[in-house]
């Protein structure tokens, strides 16, 4: 299994490009086989998240074809409408697909997914979702079995603005009769990115980005060629890279209102962040000052993405900083690799306590889940030595080669 060995100390320098979002571009591939005609997705990350979409996709009976970093999706010949386990337990946003096959077949069977073990994850607004739309979900051990034969459009209400059952909703009632209305719906840029999509399909979506969501069933969607919108935890992790390292980098095709919840923090603060229409100039300073409290919510909040990484920069500012977790029950296990690099932590449930310390120390850590590992990474850049990181097919599900990334800017970090 592959590992980073990261040699701590050199400055970020540089320009880097920010490529479409993995959580826009898991969503848009569920929404192509909403069609049977030809779907491109432009600007693609070959990370493990979107590989494993695809192979979902294929066994489906969908051609689904890399061209350069687009993805070409013919669902024409599309015939199962199962996501079996084997697929399901690999990625969460397998179920994502439950929405799309039901919309597309009038039924289908999933199982309960994987993903990040970051908490719980029930998928509970999902299928209450589901069955609001008069789709008969029946659960069976591992399995869901669902007959949409009879959906037609309804007011929902969700009672957390989950961002999946949000998506999932949506891909399940573009094709149904009546208006669906979600209320309390997840805002993220995502969902945005998603309702343009399908309307660029022919959907009538409205309302994305605010917390009530309208669908107006419509009979049958086209195909479509669609450039998804860029990552933005992404772009944060390299803001905050920058941020850690002194560094002073120029992030070009990223989104500056989506990562505003993070650089109104950290501007005067860790490092001067200036934006324009596309991209970000991040500048840090020789040590950065401790950020008060920082504190997980749905969008427009900080990101839970994020959490990690701006932990991380915690662990080597100035100051004491209050971390807290509202969205996921168990998203601190990075901790505890970042204290054996020397890090002054004490985690009390959804908190974490952070007094930042000169200096962190190069040793072995492990990455548990995507955004910690891109934590440990981090800290890796600014460690005394060398820092062995573990388990690196955590980060390669959601960072397209990141270590190619951070040595375009100078980092030293290889993989081995
Ligand atoms: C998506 C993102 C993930 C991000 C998260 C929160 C994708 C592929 N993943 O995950 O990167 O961290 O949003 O911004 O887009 N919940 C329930 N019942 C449900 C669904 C969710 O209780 O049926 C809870 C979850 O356990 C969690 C919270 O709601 O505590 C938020 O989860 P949700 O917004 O659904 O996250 P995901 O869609 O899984």
Redesign the pocket.
Known sequence: MDKFYIKGGAKLDGEIEVYSAK?SV??LLAASILTDEKVVIHSCPKIGDVYSMIKILQYLGCKVEWQGDSIVIDSSQADKHDIPLQYGQEI??SIFMLGSILARFKKAKAVFPGGCDI????????LKGLRELNVVVQEQGANIFCNGENARGKKIHLD?P????TENIMLASVLIKGKTTICNA?K?P?IVCLQDMLNKMGAKVSGAGTGMIEIEGVKKLSGTEFVPISDRIVAGTYIIAAAMTKGKVHIKNCRPNDLYSLTSKLNGVACDVLASDNDLLVKGYDRPQSVLTVETL?YPGF???LQAQMLALQTISQGTSVVVEN??ETRFKHVGELIKMGAQIVVKDRYAIVRGVQKLYGCQVSAYDLRGGASLVLAGLVADGTTVVNNVRHIDRGYFQLEEALSSLGGCIKRV
């Open positions: 959580n898991l969503a969460r946003s908490g719980l994850r029930p998928i509970d607004l999902h957390f989950s961002v999946g059952a997840a993220e995502e749905p990101p839970t993405d969205i996921f």
